[in-house]
């Protein structure tokens, strides 16, 4: 069956770094992928998506890399702040699948002052 | 700001009852929506793809007697939780595809805030 994954389950940065979170995907007929970012209580916030046909798209402070080689999703945070601190989710959908998304495990992100 | 609302944030029901949970999308026209299930420190879950005007389309193992759906509207999806037990206690959510440029078809999917649904 399709998977969706996370590497890490929490990740620590210090303030005004960069994070790097990473996402593994098995199916080689996903063609679109999506970031969420999920704060307590709350329902996932659109971050950031990419379709397959590219390698790289940039959005304020955020990039997602798509390395299809592999099937690996990266969400790279720049100056990292404390209101990035979050659940973050990668989803894909498979071609023909319509919007429909499945959502990996999610990622722990800690800002710390 | 949001584009889909869903009501009532949170709900306190005893087993046995039934509760209702409302997802409207705010000023687009939304033929499908989606519901999923969050439990504490896990993943979303699709549970089922709502259809306008049609029987909705579940996920295996998503009882469809269990977790009525209802989307009479193009603005309205409704799930209604039957016969409520404390395993079903957990955190649901809705979702439409929403773009800007009116288009739907690659969309990214625009959530609701959640219910928090505790069965006692």
């Known amino acids: 069956g399709e998977s969706v994954g996370l590497h890490l389950p929490t990740l620590s940065v210090q303030e005004g770094d960069n994070s790097i979170i990473n996402c593994a995907y098995s199916?080689?007929?996903?063609?679109?992928f999506i970031w969420y970012k999920q704060e307590s209580g709350k329902g996932p916030q659109f971050i950031i998506d990419?379709?397959?046909?590219?390698d790289k798209r940039q959005g304020q402070r955020v990039t997602v890399l798509l390395n299809k080689t592999v099937k690996h999703l990266s969400l790279q945070i720049a100056a990292t702040q404390p209101g990035d601190s979050a659940v973050y989710f990668c989803a894909d959908r498979l071609t023909g699948g319509g919007n429909k998304l499945t959502f990996g495990t999610g990622t722990q992100l800690k800002v710390e002052l | 700001g949001a584009v889909v609302s869903q009501h009532p944030s949170r709900v306190i029901c005893k087993s046995g009852t039934s509760v209702k949970i409302e997802c409207r999308s705010l000023d687009f026209q939304a033929t499908t929506m989606f519901w999923y299930r969050q439990f504490p420190k896990q993943s979303l879950m699709l549970m089922a793809t709502s259809n306008e005007g049609s029987k909705a389309t579940y996920e295996q193992g998503v009882e469809k007697d269990k977790f009525l759906i209802n989307h009479a509207s193009l603005t309205l999806s409704t799930l209604t939780v039957t016969s409520a037990h404390p395993e079903d206690s957990s955190f649901y959510i809705c979702?439409?595809?929403?773009?800007?440029?009116?288009?739907?078809?690659?969309?990214?999917?625009?959530f609701g805030n959640g219910t928090r649904l505790t069965v006692t």
């Open positions: 990419i379709r397959s046909n590219m």
């Open positions: 199916n080689s007929a996903s063609d679109y």
């Open positions: 979702s439409a595809p929403f773009s800007a440029g009116g288009t739907t078809r690659n969309s990214p999917l625009h």
